[in-house]
């Protein structure tokens, strides 16, 4: 060992130097000493510390090597130590084990060259290769690269999918989206929600988020068959092919709010108003002599003048009759005959009706 009087001690022999201190001792340096050392590996084992001063450096002009049977354990003493190499990118080999990563927010988290996981911008995490589509696959199974079940997520010809997939020894899974609790689940387009799964008194519905806004189904692209277990509700049922009904006991008609009830006022000849698609109308009881006719008007601003309004007895004299005679816009007349050819009719005559609607084109 020597020493040129320039703070600088000169050590050719280190471990003939220390042997004194196997014990564990400690080579402390002072502010302004500096250790030359060719061979500092030849000292391993021999003491538990070499403590520079405060602000100092130790450089290694290769590799620092922590080897032992004991844990080996590299210590920073702030969290903001480093650890870099300032010409290259970190590399680290064989299993590392850390507690909290920290990335820079404009680093990138990398596998190889063609999977990168950034930081977009706050609270925003992005997977982005340029224009190279992106993909997510989580695994129920997998067995090898021809043997799984998978959920993907990701693009595929410029369409994004969430699809499940499988191969090999795999098996059809179902798929399920949902919400937790009272949520909706909502369904949009363009920025706008379009239809959801309805909440609260609409649980289960299928409802459109926009009154009278959109159609299901459209021309070249119909839905093949619509099953309804007890009604369908519209203002306007349109068909551009028949409407038919295959039930035993309901049949094609009007439902319970269609209808309406009048009675003539005064005599059978008066008119009656009653603006409903179907109904039913009394007449006055006041006598209809043998074979006489009398028509009245009912004024019904439902009807055109291309409908068809059908009339049918309910009771009434066993010789009386009841037709619709004249179909206006607004309104039809009925036209009452007792066929009996000497007795008058005295009792009230009850018949329903409907309209049927219709077009000359």
Known sequence: MSNDRTGTIWLDGLKNILGVREDGGALMLGASTTLLTTSLSNVAGEFDQFVPAAGKVLTLSNTLTLAGTDATTM??????????????????????????????????????????????????????NGTSAQSYQ????????????????????????????????????????????????????NGTNRWAIGIGASAGFFIPQADNAYDFGAAGNQIKSLYAGTSVVTAL??????????SATAGIGYTTGAGGTVTQATSRSTGVTLSKTTGQITT??????????????VTNTTVAATDT???S????????????????????????????????????????????????S
């Open 313 to 360: 007895k309910v009771s009434g004299d066993a010789d009386t009759f009841c037709w619709v005679s004249a179909v206006a816009g607004g309104s039809f007349n009925v036209t009452l005959r007792n066929s009996h050819a000497v007795d008058a009719d005295t009792t009230a005559f009850v018949f329903n009706f409907a309209v049927i609607k219709g077009v000359t």
């Open 237 to 246: 049922l349109s068909s551009t092919g028949g409407v038919n009904s295959s």
């Open 138 to 189: 989580i695994y129920n199974t997998f067995t090898d690269a021809s043997n799984y079940e998978r959920l993907f997520i990701g693009w595929s010809s410029n369409v994004a999918l969430i699809t499940l997939a499988i191969a090999g020894t795999g098996s059809a899974r179902d798929l399920t989206i949902g919400t937790p609790g009272a949520t909706q689940l909502n369904f949009r387009t």
């Open 75 to 128: 210590t920073f003493p702030s969290t903001t130590a480093t650890v870099a190499r300032t010409d290259a990118a970190q590399t680290f080999t064989g299993e590392q084990t850390f507690g909290n990563i920290v990335i820079g927010s404009a680093n990138t988290l990398a596998w190889s060259t063609d999977l990168f996981l950034q930081r977009d911008a706050a609270n925003t995490f992005a997977q982005r």
């Open 309 to 311: 309004v059908i009339a």
């Open 284 to 297: 006055t009881a006041d006598s209809l002599a043998g074979l006489a006719i009398v028509t009245f008007t």
